[in-house]
């Protein structure tokens, strides 16, 4: 199956409202940035989403997408769910399944109360399922025949999910990775991981704290996601093959690459192979 990167950028998205910045104004492509969001592809068209965030409706035109299959929730922040209204199109025929968290669960129905109220035919409601997820207990994703895991991680001081599908994970607004998450994100092809800026901040990974993250779980390749606008993506580029020159790090003596290793930063389109059981 194939994983698209709907969304690399942070909350404010890049371009940044009113910035002139060299980022906000790059020609590059690459560098304008959709709230953070991934889609992975069961079908040609269809498949299963990873947070509705504010362009939802502008990602999935972009990314030809026709079907839902169900919806995965990392957290409740605006950036996260803020499309969820969008998905109505997808609902006509049948509820969406919406996997969450409890706490994150009771958010949904406090923030889209009116798509719970019974009212009059009409007026465009999304038909949702929520579901809630206990952490680190496989399940089956609605009718697909694929497993998910939530994976535990932390948002500052909040607790939020997220999600191993197959060989590979997704881990955007993400601070620590506690010591009983490890165990599941052992043995990945693909990891993508939150990694804001460069300068450290209080509830997301730096560039240095998501590089060490990656040493230590070791995926055979690793993405960067929900990037601000402090660096292009040439730029943070540049800034990796910096690191991966840099001191030799760890106990073992062992630089932060070994052979074959690849890291990059992710970009809106950018796709690749996810392999499930």
């Known amino acids: 199956m194939e994983f698209e990167i709907l969304g690399s ?12 910045c060299p980022v906000c104004a790059s020609p590059d492509p690459r560098d304008n940035r959709y709230r953070a969001s991934g889609f992975l592809r069961t079908e040609r068209n269809s498949g299963v989403l990873i947070d509705a965030g504010p362009e939802f409706r502008l990602q999935a035109l972009r990314a030809g997408i026709s079907g839902l299959e169900a919806l995965l929730v990392t957290h409740a922040h605006a950036d996260h769910i803020h499309g969820l209204d969008d998905v109505r199109i997808f609902t006509h025929q049948r509820d969406l399944p ?16 009116y798509v719970f109220k019974n ?19 496989p399940f089956a994703i609605g ?42 994100l052992e043995g ?5 991981i939150d990694a804001l800026r460069e300068r450290p901040h209080t509830t997301h990974f730096c560039f240095a ?18 990037l601000c606008h402090d660096f292009s993506h040439e730029g943070l580029t540049r800034w990796i093959e910096a690191w991966k020159g840099g001191p030799e790090i760890g106990a073992e003596g062992k630089r932060f690459f070994g052979e074959g290793k ?13 392999t499930t059981p």
């Open 9 to 20: 950028g942070t909350s404010h998205g890049i371009p940044v409202i009113g910035c002139g």
């Open 98 to 113: 919406v996997y969450a968290s409890p706490g994150v669960i009771e958010e949904i129905r406090e923030r889209f109360a």
């Open 119 to 137: 009212t009059q035919e009409g007026g465009g409601k999304p038909r949702l399922e929520l579901i809630p997820v206990e952490p680190g207990k």
């Open 143 to 184: 009718n697909t025949g694929i497993e998910a895991t939530a994976v535990p991680i932390l948002h500052g001081e909040i607790g939020i999910y997220g999600w191993r599908l197959g060989d590979s994970a997704y881990l955007t607004d993400c601070s620590a990775i506690p010591r009983e998450s490890r165990p599941l």
């Open 188 to 192: 990945l092809s693909t990891l993508v």
């Open 209 to 226: 704290g998501a590089m060490e993250e990656i040493i230590k779980l070791d995926p055979g390749r690793a993405y960067l996601t929900h």
């Open 262 to 274: 690849k890291i990059e930063p992710a970009y809106d389109g950018l796709r690749f192979t996810v």
